[in-house]
C-alpha cells in the first residue's frame, strides 16, 4: 500500500521560476525525504526532514513538513534545465529504515 | 566519492528462464535494501537486509524471488522462473545505518530487466 503520494503528477515550469511539489501520506511519520531520479538512473537524496522538524534548506532547496495536516512540499528555487528530473518523497513509519516511495513528480524545466 | 555498484545495468531474458542482480553497497554500510521499480511509478521495497540479516522481505514474492547477503557486504538478487511482470528496474540502495537513524539511502544505476 502506498503511504506518500505527490502532487501534481507533472509539472512543466520556465528557467528561473521556482518549483513547488507537494507530498501527503497518511500515517504518522518518523522521518520524511525527498529524492531526485533523472531518466534511466538510480536515486539521489535531497534532504531529509524529521518528525520534530518544520523546515530544512539546501542551497536551492526548501522543505517543509506539516505533521498536523500530514503533507510536505518541496521548493526548488530559481530552476534550472539540469533541475529536470523525476521527484519522490519517501515516508518511514518504523523508525527502522523502511521508506516507503510515492510515484513522483516529473519535473520539465524548459531553457 | 564512493558509489553503489550494481551489474548488469541491462539484462533481457525469457520468460521461465532463471536472472541473477548482482550489487556492492557502499563500503561499511551496514543495510542494504533491493527496490522493484515500474515505469511511470516509485520504488516498491523487496527486501532489507541489516548486515547478513533480512529485516523486511515481506512484499518480496517469495516463490520465485530470492535474496542473500551470505557475509554481510555484496547481496544477489535471484528470480527463478522470469515472469513477464517482471520487467522493471531493480534498483539496490544502502544506508550507514538505518537502525541508527542513519537512514539517508544511496542508490545504484540499477538494472533494466526485459522480460519475453
Known amino acids: 500500500s502506498q503511504q506518500g503520494e505527490e502532487d501534481p503528477q507533472a509539472l512543466s515550469i520556465q528557467e528561473g521560476e521556482n518549483a513547488t511539489m507537494n507530498c501527503s501520506y497518511k500515517?504518522?511519520?518518523?522521518?520524511l525525504q525527498w529524492y531526485r531520479q533523472n531518466s534511466g538512473r538510480g536515486l539521489v537524496h535531497l534532504i531529509l526532514?524529521?518528525?520534530?522538524?518544520r523546515e530544512k534548506h539546501s542551497g536551492r532547496l526548501r522543505v517543509t513538513l506539516d505533521t498536523s495536516k500530514k503533507s510536505s512540499s518541496l521548493l526548488i528555487t530559481a530552476s534550472r534545465a539540469a533541475d529536470t528530473a523525476s521527484y519522490f518523497c519517501?515516508?518511514?513509519?518504523?523508525?527502522?529504515?523502511?521508506?516507503?516511495f510515492g510515484d513522483g513528480t516529473t519535473l520539465t524545466v524548459k531553457p | 566519492e564512493a558509489e553503489v555498484a550494481q551489474s548488469p545495468r541491462y539484462k533481457i531474458t525469457e520468460k521461465s528462464q532463471a536472472v541473477a542482480f548482482w550489487c556492492d553497497p557502499i563500503?561499511?554500510?551496514?543495510?542494504l535494501y533491493w527496490y522493484r521499480q515500474i515505469l511511470g511509478q516509485g520504488p516498491e521495497l523487496l527486501v532489507q537486509?541489516?548486515?547478513?540479516?533480512?529485516?523486511?522481505d515481506s512484499q518480496l514474492p517469495k516463490d520465485r524471488f530470492s535474496a542473500e547477503r551470505l557475509k554481510g557486504v555484496d547481496s544477489t538478487l535471484k528470480i527463478q522462473p522470469a515472469e513477464l511482470g517482471d520487467s522493471a528496474m531493480y534498483l539496490c540502495?544502502?544506508?550507514?545505518?538505518?537502525?541508527?537513524?542513519?537512514?539517508?539511502?544511496?542508490f545504484g544505476s540499477g538494472t533494466q530487466l526485459s522480460v519475453l
Open positions: 563500503s561499511g554500510h551496514a543495510t
Open positions: 537486509f541489516q548486515d547478513e540479516s533480512v529485516v523486511d
Open positions: 526532514i524529521r518528525s520534530n522538524e
Open positions: 519517501a515516508t518511514d513509519v518504523s523508525n527502522a529504515g523502511k521508506s516507503t
Open positions: 500515517t504518522s511519520i518518523n522521518n
Open positions: 540502495a544502502s544506508s550507514l545505518d538505518s537502525a541508527k537513524g542513519r537512514e539517508k539511502l544511496f
